[in-house]
């Protein structure tokens, strides 16, 4: 690669990286090429998913115990079904960036960014009992509970608003054998031993679903708070509520405010290091520590795992520094093999070689660490885990790709010059082939 060249490739590196960054940080309004209608870009930064403690809103935590004549069931898959069913309750409701996690027998449930948050509290409440019996006696026995169903909607059947039941194949059985028995009849659904409905059977039911309307379902959003009832009382265990709590926003503001600002100094003084210490190679590695931060930025946003806390922000900044270590490490090798005697192309060469494994090994290493961390851990420790996995994955890709990219197309503008590189031999030290 010639000189020439190599510069018109640098432009091309400094238009991309500006690219990243206006993607990154501007928001701007466009119609849509497509459909001609408008379209906001709100960029990176303000895309990216924020939690409870940054953005402010409900917390609530439940202790599991099993169900009354389910003493023998699995905890843990109970556990699981119920936040399966919980999330699944919240992300219909409108909160998709609810987070329903567990530890031992105890749920957690966190929703950012809510303007009421006893909104959420009466959404999930106590969770309910469900019972659908065969006669209107509060004491008999149920035909078929909480367990059996599968998903609860509201919608519209010929103009009539009602909800769906969709039962287990276990639940399909039973209630076809019960609504065979009642035709003409009518089931009774109690919820927390209130009779909520009685539904008349027009016939036999079968195909693991049902259409239910009337009673107090005069409209959608009735129709949508039954759905609701219903489904606070589908959890596979009895959930007792043991604590809730609303998260200031403000707080929160006050909070990614002081970390944007502890991250930005420290970034800028990781950049002004790299380019004291190492000179030309610092100030290389310095651009590609900004490529390592749009990236970040882009993944932060475009992975719907991601929700970013403080310990969020701390994995980040921790994998900024697992990015500058990298690059210390290949730096220094280049520096040895110089002092040893290679020239400048040949160093840089045998440095990249020397410092693949050293850099693999401590990535790896940290990373095993991150994935205990998200598989064992809860919460808080589980962003932390997430950003940290995608920030040591990005200061890999960083130091060995990018860097040494840069690297090479700098050494066709300047490849004699050892101190724009940062390099020096002792006294008596020669230049060898």
């Given amino acids: 690669m010639n000189k020439k060249t190599a510069i018109k490739r640098w432009v091309f590196?400094?238009?991309?990286?500006?690219?990243?960054?206006?993607?990154?940080?501007?928001?701007?309004?466009?119609?849509?090429?497509?459909?001609?209608?408008?379209?906001?870009?709100n960029g990176f930064v303000n895309s990216i998913s924020l939690g409870l403690d940054l953005k402010g809103g409900a917390l609530a935590v439940y202790e599991a115990s099993p169900i009354e004549g389910d003493s023998n069931a699995d905890m843990d898959s109970r556990i699981n079904a119920t936040k399966a069913r919980l999330?699944?309750?919240?992300?219909?409701?409108?909160?998709?960036?609810?987070?329903?996690?567990?530890?031992?027998?105890?749920?957690?449930v966190e929703v950012p960014d809510v303007a009421d948050p006893q909104a959420i509290f009466n959404i999930i409440g106590q969770p309910a009992s469900l019972e659908i019996k065969d006669v209107n006696d509060i004491n008999a026995a149920p035909i078929l509970t909480g367990r059996h169903i599968r998903h609860v909607y509201a919608t519209m059947q010929n103009g009539e608003p009602g909800v769906v039941i969709e039962f287990t194949p276990e639940g399909s059985t039973l209630f076809f054998e019960m609504t065979s028995n009642l035709v003409g009849q009518s089931t009774y659904i109690f919820i927390n031993g209130k009779l909520e409905s009685s539904p008349t059977v027009n016939s036999a039911i079968a195909g693991g679903s049902t259409f239910i309307s009337g009673g107090s379902m005069n409209n959608l959003e009735e129709a949508e708070k039954f759905a609701t009832m219903i489904l606070s009382g589908t959890f596979s265990v009895n959930l007792k509520l043991i604590e809730n709590a609303v998260i200031s926003a403000t707080l929160g503001q006050e909070a990614l405010q002081l970390a944007i600002i502890a991250g930005a100094i420290g970034f800028l003084l990781v950049l002004l290091f790299m380019a004291f210490v190492y000179r030309g190679l610092g100030v290389v590695a310095g651009i590609a520590l900004l490529f390592y931060f749009v990236l970040m930025l882009f993944f932060l946003q475009a992975i719907p795992l991601v929700q970013l806390t403080l310990p969020g922000i701390a994995g980040i900044i921790l994998s900024i520094g697992m990015a500058v270590d990298g690059n210390i490490i290949m730096f220094e090798r280049i520096k040895d093999e110089y002092r040893l005697g290679k020239r400048i192309p040949a160093a840089v060469n045998a440095g990249f070689?020397?410092?693949?494994?050293?850099?693999?090994?401590?990535?790896?290493?940290?990373?095993?660490?991150?994935?205990?961390?998200?598989?064992?851990?809860?919460?808080?420790?589980?962003g932390l885990a997430i950003t940290l996995i995608i920030g040591i994955t990005l200061s890999m890709f960083t130091s060995?790709?990018?860097?040494?990219?840069?690297?090479?197309?700098?050494?066709?503008?300047n490849s004699t010059n050892a101190k724009t590189f940062g390099l020096r031999r002792e006294e008596g030290e020669y230049e060898r082939a």
């Fill in 400 to 413: 060995l790709v990018v860097t040494r990219t840069l690297i090479k197309l700098y050494l066709p503008i």
């Fill in 87 to 108: 999330q699944s309750l919240l992300t219909g409701k409108g909160f998709p960036e609810a987070v329903v996690s567990s530890q031992g027998n105890r749920i957690r």
């Fill in 353 to 382: 070689k020397k410092s693949l494994g050293a850099i693999v090994d401590a990535s790896l290493t940290t990373l095993i660490v991150a994935f205990v961390l998200l598989i064992f851990g809860t919460g808080a420790i589980q």
């Fill in 13 to 41: 590196v400094f238009v991309l990286l500006a690219f990243g960054m206006v993607a990154s940080f501007v928001s701007f309004d466009f119609n849509s090429p497509f459909n001609g209608q408008p379209y906001t870009y």
